[in-house]
């Protein structure tokens, strides 16, 4: 897989399986996304959807990827699937960039928001349906 092109303006973070419909809604965002998981089968379910320049995170090893971070991206949007991989996505993001990094979650378990912006968010965005986040794009 290769390393994200330069000219993406949003960087987005999926770190567990989505449906197609969660996919189909950056469709008219394509141009301007990057895309990134650590996970190999979230890897193909974005192949699968047409995202062909996606890097996959080690996130233990945020070193490695200071080649992706110096695309300068003005956001970079986590979806959270647990919290201890959005946590070390965040890790990873901060380390390398000095834009906005959002964590968007639903609302299956209260998590105060204050725990993701000490590690690092600077916004946490609680949604009921995941498949409708464009508005975080604008």
Same mark, same amino acid.
């Given at each position: 897989?290769?390393?994200?092109?330069?000219? &993406?303006?949003? /960087?987005?973070?999926?770190?567990?399986?989505?449906?197609? !419909?969660?996919?189909?809604?950056?469709?008219?965002?394509?141009?301007?996304?990057?895309?990134?998981?650590?996970?190999?089968?979230?890897?193909?379910?974005?192949?699968?959807?047409?995202?062909?320049?996606?890097?996959?995170?080690?996130?233990?090893?945020?070193?490695? !990827?200071?080649?992706?971070?110096?695309? !300068?991206?003005?956001?970079?949007? @986590?979806?959270?699937?647990?919290? /201890?991989?959005?946590?070390?996505?965040?890790?990873?993001?901060?380390?390398?960039?000095?834009?906005? @990094?959002?964590?968007?979650?639903? &609302?299956?378990?209260?998590?105060?928001?204050? /725990?993701?912006?000490? @590690?690092?968010?600077?916004?946490?965005?609680?949604?009921?349906?995941?498949?409708?986040?464009?508005?975080?794009?604008?």
């Amino acid at each position: 897989m290769s390393i994200t092109s330069k000219d &993406k303006e949003i /960087l987005i973070c999926i770190n567990s399986p989505k449906g197609n !419909h969660f996919f189909a809604q950056f469709e008219p965002f394509r141009d301007s996304l990057a895309m990134t998981t650590h996970s190999p089968v979230v890897a193909q379910q974005m192949l699968e959807n047409g995202y062909n320049n996606i890097l996959l995170l080690d996130l233990e090893n945020k070193e490695q !990827h200071k080649d992706l971070f110096q695309a !300068h991206y003005q956001k970079i949007i @986590i979806i959270e699937g647990n919290i /201890l991989e959005c946590g070390l996505a965040v890790d990873v993001c901060k380390s390398y960039t000095k834009g906005p @990094i959002y964590v968007v979650r639903t &609302k299956k378990r209260f998590v105060h928001p204050r /725990l993701y912006q000490s @590690i690092g968010a600077s916004y946490v965005i609680f949604t009921n349906n995941e498949n409708d986040i464009t508005f975080i794009f604008k």
